[in-house]
T-cell receptor, first 116, second 112 residues
Framework: GAVVSQHPSWVICKSGTSVKIECRSLDFQATTMFWYRQFPKQSLMLMATSNEGSKATYEQGVEKDKFLINHASLTLSTLTVTSAHPEDSSFYIC????????????FGSGTRLTVV | GQQLNQSPQSMFIQEGEDVSMNCTSSSIFNTWLWYKQDPGEGPVLLIALYKAGELTSNGRLTAQFGITRKDSFLNISASIPSDVGIYFCAGGGPNTGNQFYFGTGTSLTVIP
């Protein structure tokens, strides 16, 4: 089955530093990947849609200069949280849509970011 | 972004009981998905629904795509302890740019 690998699974960083999170589709190509953020005991909130070879589309209220998304290949999308602050601490999850279509999007295992 | 209303917010049931939860939206969706999430993990897809009125099963789980296309339902029969987790619905499809928006979640606790 389709597998999405997300790395790192957890990270602690100092306030003001930047953190990069990787999302890889291991056994399929993904034209489109999605990035979500989830606060404790809350739902997943879509942050942005990442399209291979083009600029990401951000949801309203999400700062594109703070959350940089790069989708340079059909199997890799990265989310960089720039100048992180404690309020950015959250669980970040990616999902990938196979290039062949369909809507059974596969999710990565998530990244727990803690900014201290 | 959009958020779908899911109810109930939490459920505490005895092992062996059946479970029902639902999800409603103010928007029409072409596709409804149901996921289960364990603590510290990403969601895992349970059932995908593609057509209004569709009823689909996956083992003890059965989900339905509401006729109005603004709601969906998930039933779990004869619950077992490993059913514990948070269940999310998600709506989306071509009419939302293939983006999916998640429900508020239902936390299920099964008491042995």
């Amino acid at each position: 089955g389709a597998v999405v690998s997300q790395h790192p699974s957890w990270v602690i960083c100092k306030s003001g530093t930047s953190v990069k999170i990787e999302c890889r589709s291991l056994d399929f190509q993904a034209t489109t990947m999605f990035w979500y953020r989830q606060f404790p005991k809350q739902s997943l909130m879509l942050m942005a849609t990442s399209n291979e070879g083009s600029k990401a589309t951000y949801e309203q209220g999400v700062e594109k200069d703070k959350f940089l998304i790069n989708h340079a290949s059909l199997t890799l999308s990265t989310l960089t949280v720039t100048s992180a602050h404690p309020e950015d601490s959250s669980f970040y999850i990616c999902s990938a849509r196979p290039s062949g279509g369909g809507y059974g999007y596969t999710f990565g295992s998530g990244t727990r970011l803690t900014v201290v | 972004g959009q958020q779908l209303n899911q109810s109930p917010q939490s459920m505490f049931i005895q092992e062996g009981e059946d479970v029902s939860m639902n999800c409603t939206s103010s928007s029409i969706f072409n596709t409804w998905l149901w996921y289960k999430q364990d603590p510290g993990e990403g969601p895992v897809l349970l059932i995908a629904l593609y057509k209004a009125g569709e009823l689909t099963s996956n083992g003890r789980l059965t989900a339905q795509f509401g006729i109005t296309r603004k709601d969906s339902f998930l039933n779990i029969s004869a619950s077992i302890p490993s059913d514990v987790g948070i269940y999310f619905c998600a709506g989306g499809g071509p009419n939302t740019g293939n983006q999916f928006y998640f429900g508020t979640g239902t936390s299920l606790t099964v008491i042995p």
